[in-house]
């Protein structure tokens, strides 16, 4: 039987705890040429999509902004549109907010960034829990867990409700008469449910992939089960082998239920990845570059974000406090999502007070060890035989590789290991097809509008 086919990705690194900004090969977070170089090599390498995340308020610590977050977050759709120009073949996936924004805008910009990039436009459908975010727009608060993942599945309803007001054949070019044939019902939708309530007509012909790719980012109950209902790949964070499996086989089983098959939908962890000469100095590489993430400045604010309280006191390369955690509202970490992570934050605690004590670690030392991500750490043959493993033992479907340098973190990826997986038959040479659909190995979804050329 042949191999899986491995999907890469390359997340834009950004602003978030992977970054290290502080290298002397960093460049700015914000330049334009900074998202073009990366997603020039990530085309290079053949790969399925770049992937940008979003934040709708500058995060904040003890009422401060949070450092990483200096440089600001540039809109997705005009960073995509951008890109669209500069690349040909690359999927253009952004993080679009269900909670604070509106259906018909929503699906008139995917649409157009389909159009203008030739179908390679994805939506990853993301929802927001905190009021501190909600202070950003004018209807303010927050919504509980259960609620927004209903908002979110009526939003993405009502987006193909509009995406499929324009069936393909309303608008036919008669070149012979110079006149265009029109259907009455073109971009007519009326769609009435408890969160939205929309009549009208929509603006914008269908695209090239009829609707965007659609990914799906939580890992609740209510995330797999939304992902499984409606999205087309779902992110995971599982950093193991055996948890991996674990994740890839609980989603997958959802899909019958909602009469859709294991192949449509992809699981695709967000990774990390070191590479050195020989294992060693890969290792040596990636222990260098956890502590040029985890200054003993982060490593406070990171504590905080579970003890919920000013730690500012505290050496980071000193033991952790001796007093718990602060149950109830969250007040030291302002607007960040990992805060919720923490279900019973006095347990967290005893647990890394626990491998503090075994393996006498500093507050940084732990903050380096329990906030890592999955890295893939070896030669560039070594991390290809993981990648490998991973996808072949139905671990993922590929991988969404986070590079810790901006822009040029994906090239020595690009270069060594992308190469091996092409050998071995596991990777793409050479694009098969034109749209993300293509790439992904997914069915379009209705069909553009014709011409006649009569």
Same mark, same amino acid.
């Given at each position: ?43 290079? &390498? ?23 977050? =200096? ?91 509009? *995406? ?15 006149? #265009? ?44 089960? #939304? ?15 055996? &948890?991996?499996? &674990? ?26 990845? =070191? ?100 890295? #893939? ?12 493993? #991973? =996808?072949?033992?139905? &671990? ?16 020595? *990826? ?11 038959? =596991? ?28």
């Amino acid at each position: 039987m042949a191999p899986k086919q491995i999907h890469l990705a390359a997340h834009f690194p950004g602003v978030n705890n992977t970054t290290v900004w502080s290298d002397p090969e960093a460049g700015s977070q914000i330049d334009f040429r900074s998202f073009a170089h990366l997603a020039r090599t990530a085309e290079r &390498a053949k790969f399925d999509f770049l992937f940008l995340a979003e934040g709708l308020r500058l995060r904040e610590q003890n009422g401060l902004i949070y450092d990483l977050d =200096v440089v600001g977050r540039p809109d997705t759709f005009t960073v995509l549109s951008a890109l669209a120009a500069v690349t040909d073949r690359l999927g253009l996936a952004g993080t679009i907010n269900s909670t604070f924004n509106e259906p018909y805008e929503v699906a008139r910009q995917f649409a157009s960034l389909d159009h203008l990039s030739a179908g390679r436009a994805a939506w990853n459908v993301v929802t927001s829990w905190d009021e501190f975010t909600g202070e950003n727009f004018r209807r303010g608060g927050f919504l509980p867990q259960d609620a927004r993942y209903e908002r979110a599945s009526q939003f993405l309803e009502a987006t193909k409700v509009l *995406f499929d007001s324009w069936h393909g054949d309303e608008i036919v070019a008669d070149k012979a008469s110079g006149q #265009f044939l029109r259907h009455p019902d073109v971009g007519l939708f009326d769609h009435h449910v408890s969160q939205f309530d929309i009549t009208g007509r929509f603006s914008v012909p269908r695209s090239p992939q009829g609707r965007p790719v659609i990914f799906q980012a939580g890992d609740s109950d209510e995330g797999r089960e #939304f992902a499984a209902a409606s999205a087309d790949a779902i992110f995971s964070r599982h950093g193991t082998l055996d &948890a991996a499996q &674990a994740f890839y086989a609980d989603v997958k089983s959802r899909l019958a239920k909602y009469g859709r098959s294991r192949d449509e939908l992809k699981v695709l962890p967000g990774v990390t990845f =070191v590479l050195g000469d020989t294992e060693a100095d890969a290792h040596e590489r990636a222990r260098h570059i956890r502590l040029q993430q985890v200054s003993g400045q982060t490593a406070i604010k990171f504590l905080e974000q579970l003890w919920n309280r000013d730690l500012g006191a505290y050496d980071p390369d000193g033991p952790l406090p001796s007093v718990d955690p602060l149950v109830g509202e969250n007040t030291i970490a302002r607007g960040r999502a990992s805060v919720r992570m923490y279900r019973d934050p006095l347990a967290t605690a005893r647990e890394w007070r626990e491998l503090a004590e075994a393996k006498n670690l500093s507050i940084r030392e732990l903050m380096v060890e329990v906030t890592a991500r999955q890295s #893939f750490i070896g030669t560039p043959t070594q991390v290809a035989e993981s990648l490998n493993e #991973f =996808v072949q033992s139905d &671990a993922s479907d590929g991988f969404i590789l986070v590079p810790h340098l901006t822009p040029g973190g994906l090239d020595e *990826f690009a270069d060594t290991v992308v190469p091996i997986l092409q050998d071995r038959g =596991v990777f793409r040479g050479e694009y098969q097809g034109t749209t993300l659909r293509d790439h992904l190995g997914l069915a379009p979804v209705g069909h553009r509008a014709t011409e006649r050329a009569s």
